[in-house]
């Protein structure tokens, strides 16, 4: 899932940025509106969190903007003004939640969860095979033992379980779980797949990530996969 932080203090930018790359999310960061406002026209976003001290123009006009748009994310507001007004203001403009500078990243966290959840009718719980991945509590088994993953190949996972049998190309992948392009010369999708492999399918007489040529990695049970691939 990617995030857009808009946050003009670099400090609490590169904080934001940090803590939630570790969580598994892919981020954007600007740090006035204006380049927020043309990262949210360029990209899909899952959730914006939005400052409203911003250098150029207030949040709550960037607030507006955004939700000017047919389909637009949720977004969290991050703000020092802590008056009942500004909270109200912000909501009423279309904001799903204000939380009040400074905050402890783990309530931030918690709540950027909720948002997502909420944002996207999607199920908590992703099962193919035996193979179930728990949305809620990031957490993944196989045939009822527990697989411990890192955040990337956790993310990885979960958008190759919410697309079972589409063929998922390196750059789909690269774009959907780092904050990069896809620059046609890095190995990093292929490395962590050989990570993913060795944990999901190693020791199981029914593989679930298949390699489709000329394209990149798709997840599905053989017999559907097989079905797949001689299409391709």
Known sequence: MRILVIEDEKRIADFLGRG???????????HDGQTGLNLSHNADYDL???????????????????????????????????????????????ADDYLVKPFAFVELLA???ALLRRGQPIPE?????????????RKVARAGQNVDLAP????ILEYMMRNP???????????????????????IVDVYIRHLRSKIDEG????LIHTVRGIGYMLDLP??????????
């Not at 607030?63 to 009423?92: C, F, H, M, T, Y």
């Not at 990337?152 to 993310?155: G, I, L, Q, T």
């Open 20 to 30: 939630l790359e570790s969580a598994g999310y892919a981020v954007d960061v600007a």
């Open 48 to 94: 914006i969190i939005l400052d409203l001290m911003l250098p150029d123009m207030d949040g709550l006009a960037v607030l507006d903007k955004v939700r000017n748009r047919k389909v637009s994310p949720p977004v969290l507001i991050l703000s020092a003004r802590n008056a009942v007004d500004d909270r109200v203001k912000g909501l009423e403009l279309g």
């Open 111 to 113: 709540r950027v969860r």
């Open 125 to 137: 719980r992703l099962q193919v095979g035996d193979l179930v991945l728990d949305c809620l509590r």
């Open 152 to 155: 990337k190949e956790f993310s």
């Open 165 to 187: 049998g589409r063929p998922l190309s390196r750059t789909m992948i690269v774009e959907h779980v780092w904050d990069m392009d896809y620059d046609g010369l890095t190995n």
């Open 204 to 207: 199981y007489q029914t593989r």
């Open 223 to 232: 017999e559907k996969a097989a079905e797949r691939l001689a299409d391709h």
